[in-house]
């Protein structure tokens, strides 16, 4: 397997998490930044088997550039930052790489997802992950596809065990 498991925050469909990452994600408000964050380090800390955990990276699900380029920043990594600053857990957003453009996750069923995002993911620095727990921040997992495919290559690349992190599982 993969990925290891998911931890996740909230559900997407419960509450006004749904209204709060897509003006977090497509309307720029940074400001809610802190307070995804803090979701996320509370789903962190109730897995305390981390918990003072020296192997450990954090990482977040990559954008390929051009859509970087476009929203100006990876919702992702601006979340996996504040959870790795907070926690002190070691973090590098450069080990993975998307490098194929793909269509949104969001517009596409289940076997479309997982063979739109097949080869999509390169590690960039095998020596980083080999033999450590990496978790990898997203805002949302639907199928879970996205971070599947990056625990794949995270696991090829000698990681010992890929979770997830999620702040709403749609």
């Known amino acids: 397997r993969s990925l290891s498991g998911m931890m996740v925050a909230c559900y997407y469909e419960e509450g006004p998490i749904k209204e ?29 088997e981390f918990a003072g955990s020296k192997n450990l990276l954090i990482t977040a699900v990559p954008m390929h550039w051009l859509r970087r380029a476009r929203r100006g920043y990876n919702q992702a990594e601006l979340l ?26 969001v517009k596409l069923s289940g076997k479309k997802r997982l063979k739109n995002l097949e080869n999509g993911f390169k590690i960039n620095n095998c020596v980083l992950v080999k033999g450590k727990t ?3 921040v997203d805002d949302v997992a639907t199928t879970g596809t996205t971070l599947i495919e990056i625990g794949r290559a ?3 690349a000698g990681a010992k065990e890929v979770w997830g992190l999620v702040v709403a599982r749609g």
Request: aromatic share 6%; net charge positive.
């Open 20 to 48: 709060i990452i897509h003006n977090f994600k497509y309307n720029h408000i940074l400001e809610l930044k802190s307070q995804l964050a803090g979701y996320l380090i509370s789903t962190l800390k109730d897995n305390s």
């Open 80 to 105: 996996a930052d504040s959870v790795a600053n907070e926690q002190k857990i070691s973090k590098n957003f450069k080990i993975i790489q998307k490098i194929r453009r793909t269509k949104p996750q």
């Open 134 to 136: 990496v978790i990898v």
């Open 154 to 156: 995270l696991k090829s």
